[in-house]
């Protein structure tokens, strides 16, 4: 039996090594491609996701209740939970923001206050020097919830609705007329209403803002009436 001996020849193993180079090549460009493709998912993914976290105006529907911009704000002079008498009237020179909510029994309006004082300074870039909080409950119910709460911003009480009345805040929400809704109402340096926002009526009821977009919308409406 005549055994073959023979060695290669140097074109077989020449072209092997080009077909290797190919597939080598071939597999380098798939990874190139696979990374490419994730690396712009990830793009994507962070632009979306950017996107969703950034606030718009208008994603959240609102009515604008009366009295409404350029109408002088009706008189407050209620309890606090600082414990002094809250007057509007005394602050002439600064602009203040109303938060009226419906108490104790809504967990998504102190949530509100909490998230409002996280970002404070983005209403501070628009020109709010105060924020106050006003719902329809007794001084001791809403002094125990805000000591629990940890929330500084003063909440006054309005046990008698007589400024919701005066505001027409108690007609924007899900509890009927004896509670507030949720309405931001902005009191110019002037005591003109500069801004409003009720969120808290049909059909979606809502008690909750992140604050971007309440920032966006507070900036539109100020935007649109200095137009």
Not at 7 to 26: C, D, E, Q
Request: net charge positive; glycine share 10%; with cysteine.
């Amino acid at each position: 039996m005549r055994v073959n001996t023979r060695k290669a020849s140097p074109r077989r193993s020449s072209g092997a090594r080009k077909a290797t180079k190919s597939a080598l090549s071939r597999v380098a460009k798939i990874g190139i491609v696979v990374v490419t493709a994730v690396a712009a998912l990830g793009v994507i993914f962070f632009a979306v996701s950017r996107g969703a976290n950034t606030g718009a105006a208008g994603r959240y529907p609102f009515q604008v209740g009366q009295p409404g911009f350029g109408q002088a704000a009706p008189e407050i002079k209620l309890p606090s939970t600082d414990g002094t008498i809250f007057d509007l009237a005394r602050m002439k020179g600064q602009s203040v923001l109303l938060y009226f909510q419906e108490g104790v029994g809504c967990q998504p309006c102190w949530d509100q206050i909490k998230d409002i004082e996280a970002h404070r300074d983005q209403l501070a870039a628009l020109g709010v020097d105060k924020i106050v909080s006003i719902t329809t409950q007794t001084p001791d119910v809403i002094k125990q919830k805000a000591q629990l709460e940890g929330i500084s911003t003063p909440v006054l009480s309005d046990p008698n609705l007589d400024v919701s009345h005066a505001y027409q805040a108690n007609l924007h929400g899900m509890m009927g007329t004896s509670m507030d809704g949720h309405s931001f109402v902005l009191v110019g340096k002037d005591g003109i209403i500069k801004w409003r926002a009720d969120y808290g009526g049909a059909p979606k009821y809502t008690m909750y803002v992140p604050v971007s977009n309440l920032v966006a919308d507070l900036r539109a409406g100020l935007k649109g009436a200095s137009a």
